[in-house]
């Protein structure tokens, strides 16, 4: 099998990939290891940044997106029983955010994959990339109990954090930049309309809650537990009845219950791989970059590699010249240290760690307080969280 761009995984940014090279006239192969169910079911991201959802309609993605998503124009922050807005088109000259997970967004693509795209083939696992370094780098898989190859002129490794591709760039070239947390998240999806239309961060003494939600009757939650937590040891009512002590409030606002349908937990982590790019075999996503949750910035920094690589491709077809392929990997890495920054505040401004002392208690409230009160501290928080620009 031969194509020009061999794209391994098919998670948002795999298939934005293969939708924005389809749209540019230029053939792909996506081999993704999972089957398809399982991708579009797998929970995850439910913020779209503004630019996110730019590049969606732009590349004829957003049909659904526009007629189902739910645009919020800021989130709360809660603590010490108090709640303040932040208003983010007030502070960012207009913009705003999307709610629509990240469950949708694949769906979305996979249909325009199968029905306009070149070859998406799902259980079809890549076992490593050969020849990065060569004119014909070529990624060995297993798909119906065969091994294949395929030959490529470029592949982007969009597998993930638990991906193949990051391995094949050589030990002695690779600076990996890696902070993990004592703590997870315990996610819930429950049968509920959201409690605010709007998301609540919520900083408590005994740890960090967030109201999210998929649309007006499903809600999404979150709670911080302790590392290595198994879900299956919190029941329903342990669950709700901690989320409500968590958003607990001075005024009469009340956490509404519902069924729960669905229960997981997430590590969280900050990890950086330097550089995202060796000879033809590019890092884009979760393969290159993970930010702990809390930022709602994995999904949105996918978006921006892969719009890179189609933008720096498209250049040398039109050019000849390999200068923004070869600017790849600083390009991404300068908006992506600044998610990594961005995400990092939010989770140390929010969470609890375990054994925090008297005096990291009090900071932590005094950065709430400056945000609560201080426009420049507010708009810092809201550039971050509607999005860095692409360069
Ligand atoms: P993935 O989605 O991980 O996709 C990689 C794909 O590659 C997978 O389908 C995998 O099966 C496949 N694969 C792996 N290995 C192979 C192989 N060897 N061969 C073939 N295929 C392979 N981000 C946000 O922007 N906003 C949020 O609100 C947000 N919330 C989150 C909440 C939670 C609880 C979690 C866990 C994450 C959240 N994120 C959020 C992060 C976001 O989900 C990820 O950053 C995003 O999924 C990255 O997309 P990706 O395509 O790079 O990788
Ligand atoms: C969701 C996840 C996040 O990490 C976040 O910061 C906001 C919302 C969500 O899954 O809805």
């Known amino acids: 099998m031969r194509t020009t761009v061999g794209i391994i995984g098919a998670g948002p940014a795999g ?4 939708r924005l090279l389809h749209n540019a006239g230029i053939d792909s192969v996506v081999l993704e290891s999972r089957d398809r169910g399982y991708v579009e079911q797998r929970q995850r ?3 779209l940044e503004q630019g996110t959802v730019d590049v969606l309609r732009a590349a004829g993605a957003g049909a659904r997106m526009d007629r189902e998503g739910l645009r919020h124009d800021g989130i709360e922050l809660r603590f010490a029983r108090r709640r303040h807005r932040i208003d983010f088109p007030a502070l960012t000259g207009g913009r705003s955010v999307m709610v ?8 979305d693509l996979i249909a325009l994959q199968l029905k306009e795209g070149g070859p998406l083939l799902f259980e079809a696992e890549a076992v490593a990339v050969e020849g990065a370094d060569t ?13 294949d190859v395929l030959e490529c002129a470029y592949v982007v490794g969009c597998d993930g954090f638990w991906g193949v591709a990051r391995k094949a760039v050589p030990e002695e070239l690779t600076q990996v930049f890696e902070r993990t947390y004592p703590f997870g998240w315990l996610g819930i999806l429950a049968d509920v309309p959201p409690s605010h239309d709007e998301l609540v961060y919520a900083r408590h003494d005994r740890g960090f809650a967030l109201l999210s939600m998929r649309s007006p009757v499903v809600s999404r939650l979150y709670l911080q537990v302790p590392e290595g937590t198994d879900a299956e040891s919190w029941s329903d009512e ?3 009845d901690e989320l409500e002590r968590r958003f607990e409030t001075d005024d009469d606002w009340r956490l509404a219950r519902g069924p729960i349908t669905a229960k997981s937990v997430t590590p969280m982590r900050s990890h950086v791989h330097e550089p995202m790019r060796h000879g033809r075999l590019f890092l884009a996503g979760d393969a290159a970059h993970i930010v702990p949750p809390t930022g709602a910035k994995g999904l949105n920094l996918a978006v921006g590699d892969v719009v890179t690589f189609a933008r ?3 250049h040398r077809r039109d050019t000849g010249s390999d200068a923004l392929l070869d600017a790849y990997s600083a390009t991404c890495l300068r908006r992506v240290w600044q998610a990594e920054r961005f995400s990092y505040e939010m989770t140390t401004l929010l969470h609890r760690p375990p054994g925090a002392t008297p005096f990291e208690d009090r900071i932590q409230l005094a950065r709430l307080e400056r945000l ?3 426009r420049a501290a507010e708009q810092d928080l809201a550039e971050g969280y509607t999005g860095f620009a692409l360069e």
């Not at 298939?15 to 293969?18: D, Y």
């Open 238 to 240: 342990a669950i709700w």
């Open 372 to 374: 609560a009160s201080a």
């Open 312 to 314: 720096a491709l498209e």
């Open 15 to 18: 298939l934005l990939l293969a």
């Open 45 to 47: 991201a439910g913020i």
């Open 100 to 107: 629509y997970a990240q469950t949708e967004v694949c769906k």
């Open 135 to 147: 004119d014909s780098p070529r990624v060995r898989f297993r798909h119906e109990g065969r091994e």
